[in-house]
């Protein structure tokens, strides 16, 4: 970690409500670069809506939030867009470009950010070669594995260098051996970034296979 850098996420005082049922309340966190925390709880319980307000793709009725130093939310008025806060959120859904290739899928997000054709191209290569998927490039994702579909999203997501990866429950369908292997080749990836890595998850193995620290999510409250 980078001496004296600003935590990676800062939250203070999240609050979301739909209609009359509250489901976040008073959530505060903070996380060091390169730090990985998973949070565990019931389906239902506001981990996915975490995370979505978190990327900045949901709001909040009050709460700050500050990325990497930046403020990203201000007493829950948006002050980031999701593209400005550099983080990368991965769905149980992949949400992959079923018309692009497995290269195009991880080209596209760098081309959007202005980087060069070649330059992109080699960028994500070095990811796919790096995730196990180089001998997939040309293929389409509905042909994938789906061990493959799952770390080409995490590719398409890794490529941009995010100071934080948001994973909802990215790998649950997977059978042990496939997910443990995919957990296996993403923290290779991250071990020499400071990429910050959120997991909500209700499954302890899957939480185990990350690292890092672990909460637990219940009523809305994170719990040491």
Same mark, same amino acid.
């Given at each position: 970690?980078?001496?004296?850098?600003?935590?990676?996420?800062?939250?203070?005082? $999240?609050?979301?409500?739909?209609?009359?049922?509250?489901?976040?309340?008073?959530?505060?966190?903070?996380?060091?670069?390169?730090? =990985?925390?998973?949070?565990?709880?019931?389906?239902?319980?506001?981990?996915?809506? $975490? $995370?979505?307000?978190?990327?900045?793709?949901?709001? #909040?009725?009050?709460?700050?939030?500050?990325?990497?130093?930046?403020?990203?939310?201000?007493?829950? /008025?948006?002050?980031?867009?999701?593209?400005?806060?550099?983080?990368?959120?991965?769905?149980?859904?992949?949400?992959?470009?079923?018309? =692009?290739?497995?290269?195009?899928?991880?080209?596209?997000?760098?081309? #959007?950010?202005? /980087?060069?054709? &070649?330059?992109?191209?080699?960028?994500?290569?070095?990811?796919?070669?790096?995730?196990?998927?180089?001998?997939?490039?040309? &293929?389409?994702?509905?042909?994938?594995?789906?061990?493959?579909?799952?770390?080409?999203?995490? #590719?398409?997501?890794?490529?941009?260098?995010?100071?934080?990866?948001? $994973?909802?429950?990215?790998?649950?369908?997977?059978?042990?051996?496939?997910?443990?292997?995919?957990?296996?080749?993403?923290?290779?990836?991250?071990?020499?970034?400071?990429?910050?890595?959120?997991?909500?998850?209700?499954?302890?193995?899957?939480?185990?296979?990350?690292?890092?620290?672990?909460?637990?999510?219940?009523?809305?409250?994170?719990?040491?």
């Amino acid at each position: 970690m980078t001496e004296n850098a600003a935590p990676a996420l800062q939250i203070r005082g $999240l609050n979301k409500s739909f209609g009359n049922l509250r489901l976040l309340h008073n959530i505060s966190l903070q996380l060091q670069p390169g730090q =990985r925390l998973s949070i565990r709880g019931k389906s239902g319980c506001g981990k996915t809506t $975490l $995370l979505r307000i978190i990327a900045g793709i949901e709001s #909040a009725q009050s709460g700050d939030i500050k990325i990497n130093g930046a403020v990203a939310m201000n007493s829950g /008025k948006q002050v980031l867009q999701p593209w400005q806060r550099n983080t990368q959120l991965v769905f149980q859904d992949l949400g992959l470009w079923p018309t =692009r290739s497995v290269l195009q899928n991880v080209c596209d997000p760098l081309r #959007a950010a202005g /980087k060069g054709k &070649k330059e992109a191209e080699a960028l994500a290569m070095q990811m796919l070669t790096d995730l196990g998927l180089e001998l997939q490039h040309k &293929k389409r994702p509905a042909t994938l594995s789906g061990g493959e579909g799952r770390r080409l999203a995490l #590719a398409r997501a890794l490529v941009l260098k995010p100071a934080l990866l948001l $994973l909802d429950e990215p790998f649950t369908s997977l059978d042990p051996e496939t997910r443990e292997h995919s957990y296996q080749l993403l923290l290779q990836v991250l071990d020499q970034t400071e990429t910050c890595i959120i997991l909500v998850t209700h499954d302890p193995a899957e939480a185990a296979q990350l690292g890092g620290d672990c909460q637990s999510f219940e009523a809305g409250v994170l719990q040491s």
